[in-house]
């Protein structure tokens, strides 16, 4: 029998439409250098005509690429609806890639037209002659240290400003493309992922699910996480579906700041790496912050350490551990307590919370053998290679015909190499390539990193696999300690703490005490590089 259900386009035109029409009231705020800047959804409605007629006398046609290389800002989430609405595509370019990664990204996507915030654009200023396909550049800001090369160029307000604030939308089909965006190419050249409406319809509604962040009108909602990679975790797009307020950071990142915005705002859900909260939780140690309207605050990116999910309800913090990927849209899992764990003890409990937990309603896992392809038992003990699909993940790379292994029979592999509890369960115990092999043995780099980073004299640390004439690879563990500790920490106090926790042949070879752990473009440890500065120490110490 054929269905009788209404053939309706899942297209973010829904969502705009419901944040204008039934939330005009609801604020927008994004910090600047003074006061923060506010509207409401009813003019960022207008607004957001504007530059979709803007865009449209523009040139910018159906399928074209939009790109974006700014802050998170008000300015920023216009563009997030006006560009997808009109039926061109928003690329969001990470600011924090090297330049020859942009130069690839930009020329790979053929931009049309790029939006740059006003202090950001000496970056883009250095490589303007490498750009053949942008064809205008919108300011966004005052651009004081510009130079003039991005030409032809415009002001925001200026391009949008003689437009009507109503705009003639045209019907969309749902499996058309809204936005993309480039994975951080740790690796090789970075991949473009290609999103459609439909897949960011049906993510954002799995972000507003209760057993998902339960995203809701009465939140006010803090996205850290960077507009400019991953669609801010999605946030942005399910605050519009249910008429959240929104607040903005702009480019004011550090801890104090954060912290002032949250008790000022009064926000109740933000989202950011875990490095972030570390900062936090350290300032929480020392200042008096009001930061009670939080119910929760979503970490991913990289392994919550379990010391910071306890530090932080220490301090009345809820931190709900996430998972997922550019190619996943990106939320993939969320670890929540179960009904039947909740009068677990709460070392038990502390534990659960540190894994990466249960995957959405409409993305399906498994994780196999990464020798065999076999599932493996969930017994919390095999490790596999965690594989997903569903109507949010992605099933190729955007103009890349070498897509064929990454997405195996209907399945992305995710790199991440995983446990399974009795639950189902996920728990990340590494990536397959920061896995230590030691003896033919593997050893979890992130497991030991969440040991050392309970220490209470320790802000950060990272573990490496290095070459080992004997083993093949030793763990070497790479320490921040907190700055009123710097000079009070050891090598062997690190190695007396671990000992209870793991097998005599789990602990690191070394301990090395450095001032900050290098970071990829979105903030998580960038192993490659102390990998390549260290690859020598073992050898030179036997």
């Known amino acids: 029998m054929q269905s009788l259900m209404m053939d309706y386009p899942l297209t973010l035109q829904h969502a705009f439409h419901r944040a204008v029409h039934i939330f005009p009231r609801k604020e927008i705020v994004t910090q600047t250098d003074g006061e923060p800047y506010r509207y409401t959804y009813g003019a960022w409605g207008e607004r957001v005509a504007q530059l979709a007629g803007a865009l449209k006398q523009a040139g910018v046609v159906e399928g074209d690429r939009v790109a974006t290389f700014g802050w998170n800002t008000y300015r920023h989430f216009e563009l997030y609806y006006a560009v997808p609405c009109m039926g061109a595509i928003l690329h969001t370019l990470n600011i924090r890639l090297f330049a020859e990664q942009l130069v690839y990204i930009v020329n790979d996507a053929q931009d049309k037209v790029i939006f740059v915030d006003g202090d950001l654009v000496p970056l883009l200023e250095e490589h303007a002659d490498q750009f053949p396909s942008v064809q205008l550049y919108v300011i966004m800001g005052e651009a004081a240290h510009a130079t003039g090369k991005l030409q032809p160029s415009v002001d925001y307000e200026t391009f949008i400003g003689s437009h009507p604030t109503t705009y003639d939308w045209p019907r969309l089909n749902e499996n058309s493309a809204a936005a993309m965006c480039y994975t951080s190419g740790t690796t090789g050249n970075p991949k473009g992922v290609v999103y459609s409406h439909r ?15 339960a995203v809701a009108e009465r939140d006010v909602i803090l996205p850290i996480v960077p507009m400019f990679h991953a669609n801010a975790w999605g946030f942005p797009h399910a605050a519009a579906f249910v008429g959240a307020k929104l607040v903005f950071p702009g480019r004011f990142m550090d801890p104090m700041r954060i912290a002032r915005m949250i ?137 890349d015909s070498e897509s064929a292994a990454k997405f195996a029979e209907g399945w ?131």
């Open 199 to 213: 897949s960011i319809y049906l993510h954002s509604m799995g972000v507003c699910l209760a057993d998902g962040a």
């Open 263 to 399: 008790e000022r705002e009064r926000v109740t859900v933000s989202a950011a790496v875990p490095t972030i909260w570390i900062g936090i939780l350290n300032l929480l140690g020392k200042e008096q912050i009001d930061l009670s309207s939080l119910r929760a605050i979503y970490c991913g990116g990289s392994a919550v350490p379990q010391a910071l999910i306890e530090g932080l309800y220490q301090k009345h913090i809820n931190i709900v551990h996430a998972w997922g990927m550019t190619e996943t849209s990106p939320l993939a899992s969320l670890s929540k307590l179960r009904s039947y764990q909740e009068d677990l003890p709460s070392e038990e409990q502390f534990r659960i919370k540190a894994r990466q937990g249960t995957v959405l309603p409409g993305v399906d896992f498994r994780v196999v053998d990464m020798e065999t392809g076999q599932e493996v038992p969930w017994d919390n003990q095999t490790f596999g290679e965690l594989q997903v699909r569903g109507p949010w993940i992605a099933r190729a790379y955007y103009n």
């Open 412 to 542: 992305l592999r995710t790199g991440d190499v995983a446990v399974v509890d009795e639950d189902g369960t996920l728990q990340l115990v590494d990536r397959t390539k920061d896995l230590v092999k030691s003896g033919g043995e593997w050893i979890s780099s992130v497991e030991l990193e969440g040991l050392i980073m309970g220490h209470p004299k320790v802000l950060e640390a990272c573990v490496v696999g290095i070459p080992h004439p004997k083993w093949a690879e030793r763990p070497l563990a790479c320490v921040v300690p907190k700055p009123e500790f710097a000079d009070q920490i050891s090598a062997e106090e690190i190695l007396d703490y671990l000992r209870p926790h793991v097998a005599k042949w789990w602990l690191p070879d070394d301990v090395i005490f450095i001032e900050a752990i290098p970071k990829t473009s979105v903030g998580k440890f960038d192993k490659k590089v102390l990998r390549k500065q260290y690859e020598m120490y073992s050898m030179s110490q036997d």
